[in-house]
C-alpha cells in the first residue's frame, strides 16, 4: 500500500514552500489491520519530483495507492490556482507506471465535489466520501468497490455508484495516528503549525461561508483529554515542538476544551500549540489556563470587515467580543494572533474597509 498527500506543487511554483503534515493519512494507516507492506511518500517534500516518484513506483509496485486530496486550491486571490492538474499529472503517472493497481482517493478537497471528480478523474477506481477511518480499512481488506460499503463512489459499467455517508465513529475508538511513515522531522520547518492534531470532529454552528459543517458534520464527536494528552506525548517523544489543533473551533464545546487543556497543563510537556478559536466565551481566565497548557498561537476569524457583514455572515460572535480577546492575548508574552477576513462580504461597503 502507498499513501500520498496530493501534490499540488507549492514548493515547485508558490510563494509557500511548507508541507502540511498528512494527519488523516496517518490516521487512516492506524486502522488497518498489521501485516501490509506500507509506505509513505509526499511528493511535495521531493525535490526530484516526479521522475525519482516514476522510479519509486516502479521499485515499490504498489498493489493500491491510496491518495489524499486536502485542498483543492489556494483560496488567495493574490495566487489563485488550482490543484487539480497537478494531481490528474500524478495519477496518470501512477496509471502508467503500474498500470495494474487499484488507486483510490479521499479528503476534503475530493469530497466537495466527489461526483464531478470521479466523472473526471478517470484513473481513480474508487473514492471516499469524506471521513474513511472505518470505510478505508474495510476495503483493504477486501479491496472490492461494493454496494454493502459505506462512504465511497465507484463504477458500475456508465453507471457512478455512491453507496451513502460512511458511519460516524467515537474518535476514542479508533486508534490514534500512526507518525511512522511519514516521518514527523520532515514537516518541522518553518511552519510551527504543519504537523495537527484533532480533538474533535463536527461544528454546530450555521456561518454561512464555512465549510466544516459540510466535511465533519454538525454532530460533534469529542476525543477524551486524556487520549488527547497521550496524541501530544507521542509527538513530544518524536522531537516535536509544536502542533495545531486541527478542529474548526476548538474553544467550542468550551467545557471540554477546558478539559483538554487542564490535561495539558497537568502533563507539563515541551510543546507549543495553536487552534482557531471562537471570542464569544474567551475571558481573562481561559487565557490564562490556555497559556499554562502551552497555547501560543490563536487563530480569530472575522470573516467580515464590519459587525453588519459579520452579522450577514452569521457569525455566532460580536466584533467587540473579537477585539476583546485579542487585547487579552497580546498582554501575555510570545503569544501570536492571526486573523482572517473575507473582502467584499454581503452588506460590506468601501467605508467598512477603509
Known sequence: ILLMP????????????????PTALAQIAAQLEPGHDIRGYDPD???EYPTSFVSMLSDFQPELVAIGFRIFDTTLSYEPRSYLPELEEGLRTIRQAVPETIIVIGGSGFSFFAKPLMERLVEVDVGFYLAGDRSFAAFVKNPVPR???PGILYREGDELVFTGPPEKVPLDELAPPSFEYFPVSDYM??????????????????????VYPFLMGDTTLLKSPARVVQEVE???????????FLDSIFNLPHAHAQGICHALREARLPIKWGAFLNA???????RDLFYEAGCR?????FDGVSPQAMKNWKRPVKWEQQRRAIRL????????????FLFGSPGETLADLA
Open 6 to 21: 496530493a501534490p499540488t506543487g507549492m514548493g515547485r511554483h508558490s510563494v509557500h514552500s511548507g508541507a502540511n503534515y
Open 45 to 47: 517534500l521531493d525535490a
Open 147 to 149: 454496494r454493502d460499503l
Open 189 to 210: 520547518k518553518e511552519d510551527v503549525t504543519a504537523i495537527g492534531l484533532e480533538s474533535k470532529r463536527g461544528c454546530k454552528m450555521k456561518c454561512v461561508p464555512c
Open 234 to 244: 507521542e509527538l513530544v517523544r518524536r522531537g516535536v515542538t509544536s502542533f495545531f
Open 280 to 286: 464569544a466565551r474567551f475571558d481573562q481566565e481561559q
Open 297 to 301: 498561537r490563536y487563530y480569530f476569524s
Open 329 to 340: 492575548v497580546k498582554e501575555m508574552p510570545d503569544n501570536y494572533i492571526h486573523v482572517s
